[in-house]
């Protein structure tokens, strides 16, 4: 009898799929099992790119035929879950060793007219819709169509493999500041390492294995879990009250909008030296600003401000390289029930002195386990009524990435801008993520489609904040 | 305290959403719980169509506008399930009475250079994700950029809503045969009914509610089923065999191909007519042909002849308009293993003739429990490991629906063709539908993306059985 599936069959081949990792960390499996269709795990980014002066007609054609033909691929983007369907027990990563670059790199199109709006109209859907779990978890689109002759890239990949701070320190590896510089690594690719160093994911995960984590989580509970939760507490005792339950904070749908702008970073700078604060307390005024704005338009200001709650960076000056990613969650109070922003911009550097006060006061691993706690609500927050029944511990996450200080290029385009597009959590129903890119500060908000409407207004509103709050330093300098 | 969601909140009233249906028929809300993202249970379909002579370079934005203004609206399109997240028990449906049409109704372009091979490429994308269950569930683009100026539409609905051949049905009812009707009503809207009949489902669901499933289901067995089982068996003892297990009787992914291609009706009716067989018969054996040679391809022909199921019409002719839908699932023995086209045909025409003949033999309630076994085979292909352990009761679906006999046109556009997108089951990679469109017969081919490789070569290996069947043909008359 003849075989039906011959060793020599090339599609068989060429789907072979090698075993490598047997296991996920934790940390990473985490976000393969809460995601649901409601809760895609995915981090995005929209890249905002000018042509070089010297394109022709066929400059995209070209490009992504180069793209296509290019064999440079970073292991993380091979990972694939090795069984694809949510089963309770352990997952385990394949890697894809010949995988459909065609499927995951994808060539779209704006509709008419081509404005931002028709490119965020889109990158919204994208955002909206799970990855396969048959492939390697990421998709990436070559955009074209955009009537000023921009061309854009909308990347997605897994939180599995990369959070989006990695993912968008990863994009930032392909670019050069060298305009002249035309062999920049595809968005799935990387720069050849003169050292020969490992090439796997992006930052090492804090706890690497399944065991190990067990293993350390038996170790130091229930002692030092008491410790860190006293920490957490006391930190949330600096708040004037706990985050009130707002629009935003509901069981939310799967659908995605997402709106991107960019804003002179010198602004934002020059209101920070005239109040005396940090770059990062502007932008969560201008934040609170908008929130406010937003709020009061949908009739759903609350009266108790609200709490953000504010990934830092905690690295210690004497900790060296050797202590990887120390990221602490702060939670800052908008302040948003104030009328006057420089009031509201007050409090907020007051709530972010305090929440620093804190981290700098606690131990690495209490550190680590505030940071877990705060992990830990993404596994309870997919359970029917948890969101309902249950205050929120902070009404939106708002995220400041460091990005790349020149003006950057891939391939002799220009880096117009870099918007991050970020996951959302149940009962969080808004994502405030911006990075700094040469001379800006490029805002990516990502809302849920169903509960946040008009979410284009919150540009409008970022911007009449920061104006506000340039009114308000210069009339308490004068 | 002030209320965060005032009851004249414009936002909250937007989303008011009455519960108007209580429970969904079990033969609707099977097609929720046994979807997941490896199985999308929605329906599709591709119309092709000529812009007006007379069209301006506005045309599809006024078009546009045009529809998104209209506020005709067929029930079935305000439906969502009332509990989006799939649950073991009841489902509810619940009508949405202010949708967000800005969503479903989605405005897509092309990108260069604009062929029929990019718009199946983007097709096969969107037939490849999950309609969003807190919405109802139907998406609908109007596509731009093709490079011969014409104009698409891709219509997705979800199985529970509406069948396949209720889609094409609902769809040709917004065409009209005149081509200066500028009336036509939006793909998601209706005639209006002068008789003022009820305007819900499609065509009514053989069983209506889960009480009276159950209670039918308790009345008929086991007596009837046995009597229904056998008659089963006699029919697939006129088969030579088994369906063989292929590499198209694999678990699927979530991922989608698409090729469409339209064939003259007139080829294909000479064929029958020399041959003395039905038209039908000889779509079969272009399908066959094909099948035959893409296996041959793929080295993975089995020595058994692949067995497709085709759904057939079995109105009597004594029963009148009352009967509804009576179709009956015959299992057709393809020949695949055979080397001559007219031999083919013949074991084809056979194959049909015993089926019908066995068919018309049997009570309307053996053919309503006949057509319920192959339904049933839906609630087990989820079942892990299911697909790999079993042989499969058929290779794939082979469908061909009555469509409009005339040239039709849609507010002046000609309908140059209308493409069906179907549901792939697990264990099915593949599937073929066809339509009549005036002088035209339309194939709409659906592959899992990771098992049917190179699916456009079927369009290709069609082409080639059809010539093939033409000379066959001729030689046996000359």
């Known amino acids: 009898m003849r075989k039906l599936w011959h060793p020599a069959c090339p599609h068989a081949a060429a789907r072979k799929v090698v075993p490598t990792m047997p296991f996920m960390p934790v940390t990473d ?36 035929r180069k793209l296509l033909d290019s064999d440079n691929m970073r292991d993380v983007f091979r990972r694939r879950p090795a069984r694809p369907v949510n089963t309770a027990g352990h997952i385990a990563w394949a890697t894809d060793n010949d995988l459909e670059l065609d499927y995951h790199f994808r060539h779209s199109a704006l509709p008419q007219p081509g404005r931002i709006r028709e490119l965020l109209e889109l990158t919204g859907r994208w955002h909206g819709t799970l990855l396969d779990r048959h492939r390697p ?50 968005p799935w690719g990387s720069r050849p390492k003169p050292d020969g160093g490992r090439d796997g994911k ?16 038996a170790g130091i509970a229930p002692a030092a879990m008491k410790v860190a939760r006293e920490a957490f507490q006391e930190h949330t005792l ?8 707002t ?6 749908g799967g659908a995605r909008r997402f709106a991107a702008q960019s804003w002179s970073l010198d602004r934002v700078r020059k209101v920070a030296t005239a109040a005396g604060v940090s770059r990062n307390d502007v932008v969560l005024a201008m934040c609170s600003g908008a929130l406010r704005d937003y709020l009061i338009e949908q009739n759903a200001l609350p009266d108790a401000p609200l709490i953000a709650m504010v990934p830092v960076s905690l690295r210690r000056k004497d900790s ?13 109070n908008l302040a948003t029930q ?52 249950t205050k ?23 880096l117009d801008g870099i918007y991050p597009a970020s996951v959302l959590l149940d009962g969080q129903a808004l994502n405030i993520t911006l990075t700094s890119n040469g001379d800006n500060l490029d805002f990516g908000v990502t809302g849920c489609r169903r509960s946040v409407p008009h979410l284009q207004r919150i540009l409008t509103h970022l911007d009449t904040a920061l104006a506000e709050l340039e009114h308000a330093v210069s009339l308490g300098r004068s």
């Open 29 to 64: 499996s985490m976000f393969l099992l809460v995601e649901t269709r409601e809760h895609p795990m995915h981090v995005g980014g929209l890249q905002l790119f000018k042509k070089p002066e010297d394109a022709g007609p066929d400059y995209l054609r070209d490009l992504r």
């Open 137 to 186: 978890l990421w998709e990436i689109h070559l955009v074209e169509g955009l009537q000023d002759g921009r061309f854009a890239i909308y990347s997605k990949i897994h939180h599995a493999l990369m959070d989006g701070v990695s993912a968008l320190r990863h994009l930032q590896g392909t670019l050069s500041d060298d305009p002249a510089d035309l062999d920049c690594p595809p």
């Open 202 to 217: 992006a930052s090492p995960s804090i706890l690497s294995t399944f065991g190990k984590t067990v293993n350390q989580l």
């Open 238 to 245: 600096t708040l004037p009250a706990q985050a009130p339950k």
């Open 247 to 252: 629009m935003l904070n509901v069981p939310i």
């Open 320 to 332: 060296g390289d050797a202590a990887g990613n120390n990221i602490g969650a702060l939670l800052c």
């Open 338 to 389: 104030l009328t006057d922003p420089a009031a509201r911009l007050a409090t907020i550097n007051a709530s972010m002195r305090n929440g620093k006060k804190l981290f700098s006061e606690l131990t690495p691993l209490q550190t680590l386990l505030l940071s877990g706690i705060n992990v830990a609500q993404l596994g309870v927050s997919p359970i029917p009524g948890f969101v309902n029944n």
């Open 392 to 414: 929120p511990p902070f009404n939106l996450v708002i995220s400041n990435v460091p990005g790349p200080r020149k003006q950057m290029y891939w391939n002799g385009a220009s």
